[in-house]
């Protein structure tokens, strides 16, 4: 079992915050698969999806920087570990549309990241960073006020979701 963890808010006023791009790259991963069961539980919205061992893509409702909380539950009552979760997430020290893989490292500032952290005690799980950075607009704006911005048009148009899912489908495979 494999567990892909898309970090961000819950309300619908956040939907298309900078700091929501992890829950966008899931939306965009689930929207080709035919068969998805979601339901609500462990403080997190839960699809699965089976590739053909059951994917678990969740969407934690704790807020971002209780994320944690949320990812434990779901560990604990699978039996699983760090190293059976891969987390994607906002990074505002990337560029617009880039997109890094790393495996463990430390949150770099991220409340999400920290929070999964210190609900885990461990920092050894794998995680897709998706850039955000914007400098017409960080500049003016303290981190916190700048990834609860919505992204425009054209910046959502250059975030590459479909290398995103290439590289967690590619992870599945791996991991199987």
């Known amino acids: 079992m494999q567990i892909i963890i898309g970090l961000g808010n819950p309300e619908e006023k956040y939907r298309n915050n900078r700091h ?3 829950f966008l790259a899931l939306d965009h991963i ?3 698969f035919q068969t998805i069961s979601c339901s609500s539980s462990f403080d997190a919205k839960i699809c699965e999806v089976h590739m053909p061992n059951k994917v678990f893509f969740v969407f934690p409702q704790t807020y971002m920087n209780n994320s944690g909380k949320a990812v434990k ?11 059976d979760i891969l987390v994607l997430h906002d990074d505002v020290d990337l560029a617009l549309g880039v997109i890094k ?15 999964i952290i210190e609900a885990l005690g461990t920092k050894e799980f794998r995680r897709i960073r998706i850039g955000v950075e ?8 303290p981190t916190d006020a700048f990834v609860l911005q919505d992204f425009s048009k054209e910046e959502l148009e250059m975030i590459p979701f479909e290398n995103i899912k290439a590289r967690v489908l590619l992870e599945l495979k791996e991991k199987v």
């Open 134 to 141: 914007s400098r017409e607009n960080k500049e003016h704006l």
């Open 20 to 22: 929501n791009v992890g």
């Open 30 to 32: 689930l929207k080709d």
């Open 101 to 115: 893989f790393t495996d463990d490292s430390g949150s770099a500032g991220h409340n999400g990241v920290a929070s």
């Open 73 to 83: 539950q779901i560990l604990d009552f699978y039996k699983l570990s760090a190293k």
